[in-house]
């Protein structure tokens, strides 16, 4: 049973153009989204995150939006560059255990 | 800062052996996390320790995996014996917890096991 689930496997995105994630959660325990960035043969490294009482974050060129009554949220990278290509990862935490559930994953690829 | 290391960063073993990973968390962090990255499921959480001592260990395949950290600077991860469908990445993470919350994990660059 996945709570936490990230459909699109990849993504492809031009140079300068917006990139937009997504993930989708089952459970209402979740209190905490996060998202992390990882790069090949490195391990995930925490990018940014949104409590559950927030619907907007912005960080930068990053914007997590969370939809609570859709359970869903959505990371925002804008303007896109090369060095943004990587597989990014949805994270959910449980507010009883503080569990981190992650999601499958999806790899961005951003083109000169 | 050295980061959460792992080791091996390679294990290629036959079926039926026993491995051993290792993980030496970041400094000062008292909550250890082992988690296995497939294509299919991404990442799952396998166990997690805070202070030393093992929290949940729901996400333990079977019984041929086991988990221990015999202090607050080293744990090992042993799969025993070891079949083909476990071949995976297996990635360390450690974080601080404290009252009002937990920090963001920190993962370590990962074990890529292959079983042939």
């Known amino acids: 049973d996945q709570q936490v689930k990230q459909n699109s496997p990849s993504l492809s995105v031009q140079e300068g153009r917006i990139s937009i994630l997504n993930c989708d959660y089952t459970n209402s325990m979740f209190d905490y989204f996060l998202w992390y960035k990882k790069y090949p043969a490195e391990g995930p490294t925490f990018l940014i995150s949104i409590s559950s009482i927030k619907d907007k974050n912005e960080d930068g060129r990053f914007t997590v939006f969370l939809n609570k009554s859709a359970k869903h949220l959505s990371l925002h990278i804008v303007p896109s560059q090369p060095g943004d290509s990587a597989v990014y990862f949805c994270a959910a935490k449980l507010v009883d255990t503080g569990k981190l559930i992650f999601g499958q994953g999806t790899t961005l690829q951003v083109k000169p | 800062d050295a980061g959460v290391i792992q080791s091996p960063r390679h294990e290629v073993t036959e079926m039926g052996q026993e491995v051993t990973l290792r993980c030496k968390p970041i400094s000062g962090h008292n909550s250890l996390f082992w988690y296995r990255q497939t294509m299919m499921r991404g990442l799952e959480l396998l166990i997690y320790?805070?202070?030393?001592?093992?929290?949940?260990d729901s996400g333990m395949p079977e019984d041929r995996f086991s988990a221990k950290m015999p202090n607050a600077s080293f744990s090992t991860l042993k799969i025993q014996p070891s079949e083909p469908r476990d071949s995976a990445v297996y990635f360390c993470?450690?974080?601080?917890?404290?009252?009002?919350?937990?920090?963001?994990?920190?993962f370590g660059n990962g074990t890529r096991l292959t079983v042939t």
């Open positions: 993470a450690s974080s601080l917890l404290i009252a009002g919350g937990r920090s963001p994990l920190h």
């Open positions: 320790f805070n202070n030393n001592v093992p929290i949940d």
